[in-house]
T-cell receptor, first 115, second 117 residues
Framework: DAGITQSPRHKVTETGTPVTLRCHQT?????MYWYRQDPGHGLRLIHYSYGVKDTDKGEVSDGYSVSRSKTEDFLLTLESATSSQTSVYFCAISGLDRRMNTEAFFGQGTRLTVV | AQKITQTQPGMFVQEKEAVTLDCTYD???????LFWYKQPSSGEMIFLIY??????QNATEGRYSLNFQKARKSANLVISASQLGDSAMYFCAMREGYTGANSKLTFGKGITLSVRP
């Protein structure tokens, strides 16, 4: 199994509070991503990183920020949580396998509820 | 327009039979990659198979194979000899452009597969 750990796994927070989700990898992969999963939408990209301190926006980035100070850690922050950000959040990493094919693995997910 | 389309309603298959899950995609890039993931009721996303647009042969991984028809822009997942543990949601996803290890993915909405004993 790919070494990706998300924390926390579950969180309930109040509207207006900041929330930070952590993604930690042990694969030394350069690329890391945050997605959210909502019914009827599949997974949608929030932000991604292509190296330490190098990040960019995805499809649904409003209300979110990210930081990557080390290769192994990618943080997602909800600056002021809203009910529309209630979702399941997945971290992913990608690299090349032994056959030089792209591989992309996901963490276990974080279920966030904003009340 | 959707880039990844998965339109099948919930799918049912008898144990030990084969099943095909449909996926069509839309891109103007010549270089791209296609992925399939399995999401069981426990919620994790499990990588199943990858097909690059320049790969001449269809990808296979154990009981999973990808029926890649480039001209039709389809990338159907075939599961042979279905098992009860195959019951899950299945997602097709695409990475556009040649970016090597970079995999910004666009996902379809998923297909639910139920395997009957």
């Amino acid at each position: 199994d790919a070494g990706i750990t998300q924390s926390p796994r579950h969180k309930v927070t109040e509207t207006g509070t900041p929330v930070t989700l952590r993604c930690h990898q042990t694969e030394n992969h350069r690329y890391m991503y945050w997605y959210r999963q909502d019914p009827g939408h599949g997974l949608r990209l929030i932000h991604y990183s292509y190296g330490v301190k190098d990040t960019d926006k995805g499809e649904v980035s409003d209300g979110y920020s990210v930081s990557r100070s080390k290769t192994e850690d990618f943080l997602l922050t909800l600056e002021s949580a809203t009910s529309s950000q209630t979702s399941v959040y997945f971290c992913a990493i990608s690299g090349l396998d032994r056959r030089m094919n792209t591989e992309a693995f996901f963490g276990q997910g974080t279920r966030l509820t904003v009340v | 327009a959707q880039k990844i389309t998965q339109t099948q309603p919930g799918m049912f298959v008898q144990e030990k039979e084969a099943v095909t899950l449909d996926c069509t995609y839309d891109t103007s890039d010549q270089s791209y990659g296609l992925f399939w993931y399995k999401q069981p009721s426990s919620g994790e996303m499990i990588f199943l198979i990858y097909q690059g647009s320049y790969d001449e042969q269809n990808a296979t991984e154990g009981r999973y194979s990808l029926n890649f028809q480039k001209a039709r822009k389809s990338a159907n997942l075939v599961i042979s000899a279905s098992q009860l543990g195959d019951s899950a949601m299945y997602f097709c996803a695409m990475r556009e452009g040649y970016t090597g290890a970079n995999s910004k993915l666009t996902f379809g909405k998923g297909i639910t597969l139920s395997v009957r004993p």
